[in-house]
C-alpha cells in the first residue's frame, strides 16, 4: 500500500520540509509516501465557491479504488493506536492507495467530506497547514511501526 498526501496551500516552510522529508524517509519501505500541492484557489469573495474549486481539484486526483481521509478539525480523533487501525482496515482490504487531505485556508468543500473513508481532527483547534502535514507523517511513521515493528512507539 502506498499513501499520498494532497495539500492546498503555498507551503514552502523549510523546517515543515525537513521533518516531512525524515519521516518519509522512514516510512519509505513500509509506506511510502507522495506528497502533491495544489495551488490555492483565487479568492473572489465566495467561500464556499473557493472551496468547491479546490474540493474538485483534490477529488481529482483520487483513484477509484483509493481511500480519502480528510484533515478536518471536526473529524475523529483517534489515538495512535485507533490511527493504525486505520491503516490497518484499509491494508488488509486490500487498497492500493491511501489519499491524506489538508483542505485550503477556508477548509474542506462538502464534497471531499462526503467523499472521505474518514475524517481525521489532529485537534479540535484550527492548526497551521504546515504544522498539520508535519503531525500527519509523524504519525503514519508511528502507526507503520505499531503494524509493521519497530522500537520507535512506546
Known amino acids: 500500500m502506498k499513501a499520498l498526501l494532497i495539500r492546498v496551500g ?20 513500509k509506506l511510502p509516501l507522495e506528497e502533491l500541492r495544489l ?31 480528510a484533515l478536518d478539525e471536526r473529524g475523529d480523533a483517534p489515538t495512535s493506536e485507533g ?3 486505520w491503516i490497518d482496515a484499509a491494508a488488509k ?3 492500493p492507495r491511501l489519499v491524506f487531505a489538508i483542505g ?3 477548509g474542506h468543500g462538502a464534497q471531499v467530506r462526503q467523499a472521505a473513508w474518514r475524517s481525521l481532527a489532529i485537534s479540535s483547534m484550527v492548526t497551521n497547514h504546515e504544522l498539520a502535514r508535519v503531525f500527519l507523517v509523524e504519525q503514519l ?9 519497530g522500537n520507535y512507539h512506546h
Open 10 to 29: 503555498r507551503g514552502k516552510s523549510g523546517w515543515a520540509d525537513t521533518a516531512v522529508a525524515d519521516y518519509s524517509k522512514r516510512l519509505r519501505a
Open 39 to 69: 495551488p490555492t484557489t483565487r479568492f473572489r469573495g465566495d467561500i464556499e465557491a473557493v472551496r468547491s474549486d479546490e474540493a474538485q481539484r483534490i477529488l481529482a486526483k483520487v483513484r477509484p479504488r483509493d481511500r480519502l481521509i
Open 83 to 85: 490511527f493504525a487501525g
Open 93 to 95: 482490504a486490500g487498497v
Open 104 to 106: 485550503g485556508p477556508y
Open 141 to 149: 511513521y508511528r502507526a507503520s511501526t505499531l503494524l509493521w515493528g
